[in-house]
């Protein structure tokens, strides 16, 4: 089955300063890939994805970028502020297939200072 | 529009125990996927439903169970709890396998 590997699993930066988290994914077929964010003791909300024809997708602060021949993915985020302090998941699966699942990688502790 | 709506929100129960977890999607929505969170697995997935189907389940013993209504709510059922069993517990609906999953508040459970 597919496998997700998230790196780093905890990242501190100054408010300002650029993040970015990395995922690894192992199944060819997946092809979807969304990123959550996880406030403390809030539910998982989506804050973007991105879907195997694309090769990079903006949102304001936020970018994800898809690489499918190395398969791995990454979230950009720029002029981080306090509230973009929270956990963020990346997650891959093969949107479409009978086998539909999300399969998270476990997740980056992210800390911006003031 | 009204979100994943799960309930209840916490639970207390001991070991041996049953318990039944409920979770109404997105209105519109036709799949539903249930989650288990602790701090140490992460997110693991443990079922997907689509129109009253489970399609799809994870690695967890037979004790973890599930359903599907016709209105789309699901519910999820754990028997002969086990202290390893406490988690938050969250679901997810989207329109169609595959699209856009929005997660509930989730339902914490503990058991003693």
């Known amino acids: 089955g597919e496998n997700v590997e998230q790196h780093p699993s905890t990242l501190s930066v100054q408010e300002g300063d650029s993040a970015v988290i990395k995922c690894t994914y192992s199944?060819?077929?997946?092809?979807?890939f969304p990123w959550y964010k996880q406030e403390l003791g809030k539910r998982p909300q989506l804050i973007i994805d991105?879907?195997?024809?694309?090769g990079e997708k903006k949102d304001q602060r936020i970018a994800v970028t898809l690489n499918k021949t190395a398969k791995h993915f990454s979230l950009h985020i720029t002029e981080t502020q306090p509230e973009d302090s929270a956990v963020y998941f990346c997650?891959?699966?093969?949107?479409?297939?009978?086998?539909?699942?999300?399969?998270f990688g476990k997740g980056t502790l992210l800390t911006v200072n003031p | 529009k009204a979100g994943v709506t799960q309930t209840p929100r916490y639970l207390i129960k001991t070991r041996g125990q049953q318990v039944t977890l409920s979770c109404s999607p997105i209105?519109?929505?036709?799949?539903v996927s249930w989650y288990q969170q602790t701090p140490g697995q992460g997110l693991q997935f443990l079922f997907e439903?689509?129109?009253?189907?489970?399609?799809n389940k994870g690695n967890f013993p037979g004790r973890f169970s599930g359903r599907q209504f016709s209105n789309s709510r699901s519910e999820m059922n754990v028997s002969t709890l086990e202290l390893g069993d406490s988690a938050l517990y969250l679901c997810?609906?989207?329109?169609?396998?595959?699209?856009?999953?929005?997660f509930g508040q989730g339902t914490r459970l503990t058991v003693v």
């Open positions: 199944d060819s077929a997946s092809n979807y």
């Open positions: 997650a891959a699966s093969n949107s479409g297939g009978s086998n539909y699942k999300l399969t």
């Open positions: 991105i879907r195997s024809n694309v």
């Open positions: 209105s519109g929505h036709r799949s």
């Open positions: 439903y689509f129109s009253e189907t489970q399609r």
């Open positions: 997810a609906s989207s329109w169609n396998p595959g699209g856009e999953a929005f």
